[in-house]
């Protein structure tokens, strides 16, 4: 019984283009990028130019995020990466909650 990685099957692009457009329009809604977008729209009356600024912008983050990912896989196994993804973003989402509470703790001591 050898012990080789499994390799994943592959995936049509169709599957792999619907699965990213769908995680990513999810994923971004309601973001702070998104209200973002919606500020700058109000503020400067050209929703077209903040449209176009803001797909740009996302683009290039995304592109940095697939070229990333693209290094990271040629140095680590999926598994390995999966769980690095998952303890990042605990931890981020830990560091976010734990802003959250230092920033609002003195507004409440304040109205106490």
């Known amino acids: 019984m050898s012990s080789t990685p499994e390799t994943p099957a592959p995936s049509s692009w169709i599957t792999v283009f619907l699965s990213t457009a769908t995680t990513v329009f999810l994923a971004e809604l309601g973001d702070k990028t998104q209200l973002a977008a919606l500020l700058l729209s109000a503020q400067s009356g050209r929703p077209v130019v903040v449209f176009v600024g803001a797909s ?4 290039c983050s995304s592109l940095v995020g697939v ?3 693209r290094w990271l896989s040629t140095v680590m196994p999926p598994h390995q990466l999966e769980r690095a993804a998952g303890i990042l973003m605990v931890a981020l989402g830990l560091w976010l909650g734990r802003q959250a509470v230092l920033h ?3 507004l409440h001591l304040l109205n106490s």
């Not at 740009?56 to 683009?59: C, H």
Request: no cysteine; charged share 0%; glycine share 10%.
């Open 56 to 59: 740009l912008a996302l683009i």
């Open 67 to 69: 070229l990333l990912g």
């Open 104 to 106: 609002l703790a003195p």
